[in-house]
């Protein structure tokens, strides 16, 4: 079995990365246990990681927003002048690009400030949703005493025809209530959801606000300003295109908002500017918030093996959890595990099984002993799931080889791409990989990867795991590339040796 080195595999082109190279220089020379040492330095290149993007993202960006917010916090009423059409452009500008600064600062492994904007911006939304029915119940109170003397009713304390100003303050009011009707419950169920999916909808949130201001401009007030004009009214032609230019900020804005690619365009981009994409962003977004010294505590306490001699095939053939089969593990070091097992449970498991007991023959011929292997289902907490994988990159990084049997749906199965890509994150060497293909075009497959196309059986899981993608990665073709590399080069190693 291959040991854990420092460098990149030879002909593989890669140079190490920061982590290793901070992690070798930190380790003294006579230290004994240095895989334990390496984990150890490499989290906390995770957590100056983290750091780092607080300080040149998030820090940075809520202060631009904060700025200007603040100077967007005038009153201006909805008229026909040229002055008030300028300033609500302004104003409106400004408090978008704020709204927008304060989005860019919430990144998809925020799980803190995900939630956080998404109380914000709910607690906007019904405060514009009250404010626009108070407006439209105060004007539709003036109706019939203005309606039956024939006088001009009042809209912002400015003299208008009532039909014109019922057709304006309704059309405005009615739009804004329903789009908050919607809005509202589509952000408030946002937070039980995972960090990705509750920043996915806050930037859905923000964009619907834009295009109703878009529509009410286009629908509503522009038509409004052509009917008074036709009444021989004078418009002001600034006016004009101050709402026109307004209206068409906001449906472009608001279109751009809708689209994920957009938000994931900026989230990379913001990322790579600052100089805070790193391998290690990947593992800090893995983690959270958790420090060094308690992950590695936790994956010390729950390090466990299972014996192969002790797996039965009928376990690896039912993919359901079992809380039973824990007791047939072993509790270790991190050192004492031979292989970390990865593979798809949704492949088939008899061709899964004469794979892993070719391995296990080889392994016993030459080492005189079972294998010790890293296998979720019977080395992690059934009854505590979420806790046992923070620990997954400790496992991965301490493990002698990644074992990788791969069939026709391994490279589908978005937690199986995860523990190849933290794998690679941890800067372990492409020779401690091996892939035990079970299908005839594995090579053709891995050519195809896309980590697009991958899934997990539950949403909340792919959430996370595409969360800590685009915390570590430039794109997603960044990604797709490491992982097809890697899986290449180990698909060739494999037949070399065969």
């Known amino acids: 079995m291959t040991k854990p080195g420092l460098s990149a595999s030879p002909g593989s082109g890669e140079q190490p990365c920061a982590i290793m190279r901070a992690a070798v220089e930190a380790i003294p020379s006579d230290k004994s246990d240095t895989g334990a040492e390496l984990v150890s330095h490499a989290l906390s290149e995770a957590a100056r990681s983290n750091r780092r993007v607080h300080r040149r993202v998030r820090l940075p960006a809520y202060a631009v927003g904060s700025v200007l917010m603040g100077l967007s916090m005038w009153w201006v009423y909805t008229s026909w002048t040229s002055q008030a059409a300028a300033f609500l452009l302004i104003r409106d500008c400004l408090r978008s690009f704020g709204c927008l600064a304060w989005l860019c600062a919430v990144l998809p492994s925020d799980r803190f400030g995900s939630k956080v904007g998404s109380i914000l911006l709910f607690i906007l939304g019904v405060k514009c949703a009250i404010w626009h029915t108070q407006t439209l119940v105060d004007y539709m109170k003036q109706l019939p005493e203005h309606g039956e003397d024939g006088q001009p009713c009042l809209v912002e304390d400015e003299e208008t025809d009532c039909v014109l100003g019922a057709f304006t303050i309704g059309s405005i009011s009615i739009m804004y209530i329903l789009m908050h009707l919607w809005q509202l419950p589509y952000l408030a169920l946002g937070l039980r959801l995972p960090s990705r999916a509750t ?25 409004a300003m052509a009917v008074k004009a036709s009444w021989g009214k004078t418009i002001s032609w600034a006016a004009v295109m101050c709402c026109f230019a307004h209206g068409f900020y906001g449906l472009i804005v608001g279109s751009l908002l809708m689209k994920s690619s957009v938000r994931r365009w900026v989230h990379f981009q913001l990322l790579k500017a600052s100089g805070a994409f790193k391998a290690a962003s990947s593992i800090a977004g893995f983690l959270g918030n ?20 002790k797996i ?63 296998i979720d289902k019977y080395c992690i907490d059934q009854t505590d799931i979420e806790a046992s994988l923070v620990c997954l990159p400790v496992y991965l ?22 523990e190849v890509f933290v794998f690679l994150q941890m800067n372990r060497p492409l020779n401690a990989m091996e892939v035990l293909p079970i299908c005839d075009d594995m090579e053709e497959r891995a050519s195809n990867f896309r980590v697009q196309d991958a899934s997990c059986s539950l949403e909340k899981d792919r959430e996370k795991m595409l969360a800590t993608v685009e915390a570590g990665c430039e794109s997603y073709e960044v990604f797709n590339d490491k992982v097809r590399g890697a899986l290449l080069a180990a698909l060739k190693s494999s037949k070399n040796t065969v």
Not at 291 to 307: G, L, P, Q
């Open 290 to 309: 958790r420090s060094k010294e308690k992950i590695m505590e936790s994956a010390r306490n729950a390090c466990r093996y299972i014996s192969m001699g």
């Open 397 to 418: 990084a301490s493990c002698h080889t990644l074992l990788i049997i791969a069939g026709s749906t391994f490279l589908h199965r978005l937690w199986c791409m995860e």
């Open 199 to 223: 920043v996915h909808r806050l930037w859905v949130g923000l964009a619907l606000l834009h295009l109703t201001k878009g529509l009410t401009d286009f629908l509503v007030l522009l038509p």
């Open 312 to 374: 039965l095939k009928a376990d690896m053939a039912d993919p359901r959890p079992n809380v039973l089969l824990q007791a047939l593990s072993t509790p270790c070091g991190l050192q004492d595990i031979d292989a970390f097992l990865s593979h798809s449970w949704h492949d088939d498991p008899e061709s899964k099984w004469e794979a892993l007991q070719a391995w296990r023959t080889a392994f016993k011929a030459q080492h005189q002993r079972e294998p010790r292997l890293w």
